[in-house]
Nanobody, 119 residues
């Protein structure tokens, strides 16, 4: 089971970035997917989540109206389109999923991708 993020980088305030997460090793279309982020000195926080078929999404208040999560079950990918970026969006962004198999839960995190918003 593997999640691999890409698309991070340095962007000016007001700019845009698109993160992508490629999943492998599990039936991707059966599980909800999430993006988390961790800023320096802060705890990891949920940014956005999407259900298994892409019909239902949820966002942190701080990113509503600016970020959009989407998924392509044919390609086993989940994306995070980030617009109108602010300095407070800086951090490491992680792709995440939880699989429940019987009475067991398996949490999988990607390695993270750095997003830096700075002029």
């Amino acid at each position: 089971v593997q999640l691999v993020e890409s698309g991070g980088g340095l962007v000016q305030p007001g700019g845009s970035l698109r993160l992508s997460c490629a999943a492998s090793g599990f039936p991707f279309s059966k599980y909800a997917m999430s993006w988390y982020r961790q800023a320096p000195g802060k705890e990891r926080e949920l940014v956005a989540e999407i259900d298994s078929i892409g019909w239902s999404t949820n966002y942190a208040d701080s990113v509503k109206g600016r970020f959009t999560i989407s998924r392509d079950n044919a390609k086993n990918t989940v994306a995070l389109q980030m617009n109108s970026l602010k300095s407070e969006d800086t951090g490491v962004y992680y792709c995440y999923t939880r699989r429940v198999l019987g009475s067991s839960r398996y949490d999988t995190w990607g390695q993270g991708t750095q997003v830096t918003v700075s002029s």
